[in-house]
């Protein structure tokens, strides 16, 4: 057998020298995030975990049974209803606001303002938001006083408490949380349209809403987008805002996949079935993250 000479060992040093860099990083991530998922994988085909250790494969059973509870149905359905109204009003405002903060009609002082306000949603956590909700849709706060001012309600109204009106006021304060991101991400995108295009549009005599169709949403459909499959991916796993302010009631009224896989583990005690929802959500964040991946690639 040959030795190695200097220039091969050089070569075999630089080939290992970039995994030896983010190895650390890999064994963190590694400890904190690949090994959990892959216990709760396995978790989810033992007939119990965690509590009563038992080993025995289950097969799907856990599986089947989430599949058959309606609490399980209802609480996805609740999960879509709640994620597609907040990624669908936080464009929709996002981008109002964008075009307003963009706009040469607003002098540079009063777009400050609004810009720091605007954005104020931003700098508070979800349990902050959670309080801040509760207190402001609580029978006795303030948006019921003005709305019985107003002769909009005749009685003040239990906003988290009724079940007709519970999953509307939790999806109303997601989006007043959530909405500064597309407003941030849309208005530097708006900063990046050529105004080119809108100077040969004022030319060929474009009104502002022809305008705003054929030049700045194309121009601004890739950041919309993207932001929205993020925004959808982190919205579906929403739970301290619905915990903290009905805890999935009442009735279920509010129930999410987070809050439904969070009940079965440290209230029903039942941690393999917690698994099998648990893996489930898993699935389709990994299956919407792969099609956020091939939109980038695609760009």
């Known amino acids: 057998m040959t030795a190695r000479g200097p220039k091969a060992n050089y070569k075999l040093g630089r080939q ?24 709760v994988i396995a978790y989810s085909f033992q007939e119990s975990a965690v509590l009563r250790p038992d080993t025995s494969f289950a097969g799907f059973r856990h599986y089947r049974a989430i599949f058959g509870d309606e609490v399980f149905w209802a609480s996805l359905w609740h999960t879509l209803y709640f994620t597609v109204a907040s990624v669908v009003m936080h ?9 307003m903060l963009n706009s040469d009609r607003i002098s540079p002082m009063l777009r400050s303002v609004l810009r720091v306000l605007y954005i104020l949603p931003w700098l508070f956590t979800q349990v902050i938001i959670a309080v801040i909700w509760r207190l402001m849709l609580d029978p006795n706060g303030v948006v019921n006083s003005i709305l019985v001012d ?5 009685s003040k109204v239990a906003w988290f408490s009724s079940v007709e009106t519970a999953l509307h006021a939790v999806t109303f304060a997601n989006i007043w949380a959530g909405y500064p991101l597309f407003m941030v991400s849309l208005l530097a995108g708006l900063q990046g349209i050529p105004k080119d295009l809108y100077e040969a549009a004022d030319i060929d005599g474009a009104t502002g809403p ?36 009905t805890g999935g009631g009442p009735i279920y009224a509010t129930e999410v996949l987070s809050t439904y896989t969070y009940k079965l583990a440290f209230s029903q005690y ?11 959500i898993l699935l389709i964040s990994i299956g919407l993250t792969l099609f956020y991946i091939r939109h980038q690639k695609a760009r």
């Open 210 to 245: 022809q305008k705003l169709v054929f030049i700045t949403i194309p121009q601004l459909m890739p950041i919309i987008v993207s932001i929205s499959l993020l925004d959808f991916i982190w919205t579906m796993q929403v739970f301290p805002l619905i915990w903290l302010t």
């Open 91 to 99: 464009m929709a405002i996002g981008l109002a606001f964008a075009l």
């Open 150 to 154: 107003l002769g909009i309600i005749g």
């Open 270 to 280: 039942n941690l393999a079935q917690a698994a099998a929802s648990a893996v489930t």
């Open 16 to 39: 290992i020298a970039p995994y030896l860099y983010l190895s650390p990083s890999l064994i963190v991530v590694g400890l904190l995030m690949l090994l959990p998922m892959a216990m």
